[in-house]
């Protein structure tokens, strides 16, 4: 079985200030790794996600992820925030077997001031 | 831009009673998804749907669920006799294939209320 844990349900940050939202996961196969997006009043949106390759992935909007096996870890980063980035970001996991089912973590809502 | 719609956008019903949830998804998806989040909670897999049958299904989705594709762009969720724990916002998703790691789009959500 496969489990998802997003350690932070809120994160408020200024904007163009850095921000990390935090990801881990278990499970006992191989997975596949994704960040999905959800703006207000809008369905899930992909950001980005990890299948093979470069550790490190990255959206077209300037948010980033680094895959860590031994950590187990697929922690967001963006290194200047926007006003237009406060939404909830759920972090997803997917068994490398499997016909596409996603199981989630809990969301984090990023809160972006002025 | 295609995009999978569902409707209502919202839905309250009576503890008991019978609700369809209802999705277009995108037009050349093959692969169709059930999702719900409760309040405060993970979003959680419900079934997956593939070639007019069920592929998989998540211990939540008891006989009270059930899924249908009636015609060749709808896809309903079901739930016979609504309990108050079925409130819950209700997303419906489709991709083009089933192999993980093909992007799966997402409807806005149903938020389903149970009085």
């Known amino acids: 079985a496969q489990s998802v844990t997003q350690l932070d349900s809120q994160v408020p940050v200024f904007e163009e200030a850095p921000v990390e939202l935090r990801c881990n996961y278990s499970?006992?196969?191989?997975?596949?790794l994704f960040w999905y997006v959800q703006y207000p009043n809008q369905g899930l949106q992909l950001l980005l996600k990890?299948?093979?390759?470069?550790?490190l992935v990255e959206s077209i909007n300037g948010f980033e992820a680094e895959f860590n096996k031994s950590q187990t870890s697929f922690h967001l980063r963006k290194p200047s925030v926007h006003i237009s980035d406060t939404a909830e970001y759920f972090c997803a996991v997917s068994p490398t077997s499997n016909t596409g089912k996603l199981i989630f973590g809990q969301g984090t809502t990023l809160q972006v001031k002025p | 831009e295609p995009e999978v719609t569902q409707t209502p956008s919202h839905q309250v019903t009576q503890m008991g009673q019978e609700v369809i949830l209802r999705c277009v998804p995108i037009s050349n998806h093959l692969y169709f998804y059930w999702y719900r989040q409760i309040l405060g909670q993970k979003v959680e897999f419900l079934v997956s749907?593939?070639?007019?049958?069920?592929?998989?299904k998540s211990e939540i989705f008891d006989d009270q669920f059930s899924v249908e594709r009636p015609d060749g762009s709808n896809f309903t969720l079901k739930i016979r006799s609504t309990k108050l724990e079925d409130s819950a916002m209700y997303f419906c998703?489709?991709?083009?294939?089933?192999?993980?790691?093909?992007?799966?789009?997402f409807g806005q959500g149903t938020r389903l209320t149970v009085v």
């Open positions: 499970s006992s196969v191989s997975v596949y």
């Open positions: 990890y299948l093979s390759g470069s550790t």
């Open positions: 998703a489709s991709s083009q294939a089933g192999r993980t790691g093909t992007e799966a789009f």
């Open positions: 749907f593939y070639n007019n049958e069920i592929s998989e």
